[in-house]
């Protein structure tokens, strides 16, 4: 059974940090990419990170870039999403997606929800102002 699963979510302050986890189970990690998105309430949901399967490179959004930074542990089947400098505006569900690349225009992370193949069912962040 193919299984994403979110964790590290939680209740944090501005200006703090927070890990997010994603656990992969029953695909071939390797030949994924992996991307974190988010939904906000009451908004659409919206890409963040994404790290490639073929070579590791690594995409964000401009609102997250030089804030958070998204990596993977292939041994643990794993991807993290570490946050800092969190925002008001961080506040989201966030989701780990697998799928078979990460697209990217003008150098950002630009979300093809269509192409992601497996979803998890998301982490809960809240960041108080």
């Known amino acids: 059974e193919v299984q994403l699963v979110e964790s590290g979510g939680g209740l944090v302050q501005a200006g703090g940090s927070l890990r997010l986890s994603c656990a992969a189970r029953?695909?071939?990690?390797?030949?994924?990419?992996i991307g974190w998105f988010r939904q906000a309430p009451g908004k659409e949901r919206e890409g963040v990170s994404c790290?490639?399967?073929?070579?590791?490179?690594?995409y964000y959004a401009d609102s997250v870039k030089g804030r958070f930074t998204i990596s993977s542990d292939n041994a643990k089947n794993t991807v993290y999403l570490q946050m800092n400098s969190l925002k008001p505006e961080d506040t989201a569900v966030y989701y780990c997606?697998?799928?078979?690349?990460?697209?990217?225009?003008?150098?950002?992370?630009?979300?093809?929800?269509?192409?992601?193949?497996?979803w998890g069912k998301g982490t809960l962040v809240t960041v108080s102002s």
């Open positions: 790290i490639s399967s073929s070579d590791s490179s690594t």
């Open positions: 997606a697998a799928g078979r690349d990460c697209t990217v225009v003008a150098g950002l992370f630009h979300p093809d929800y269509n192409g992601m193949d497996y």
């Open positions: 029953g695909f071939t990690f390797d030949d994924y990419a």
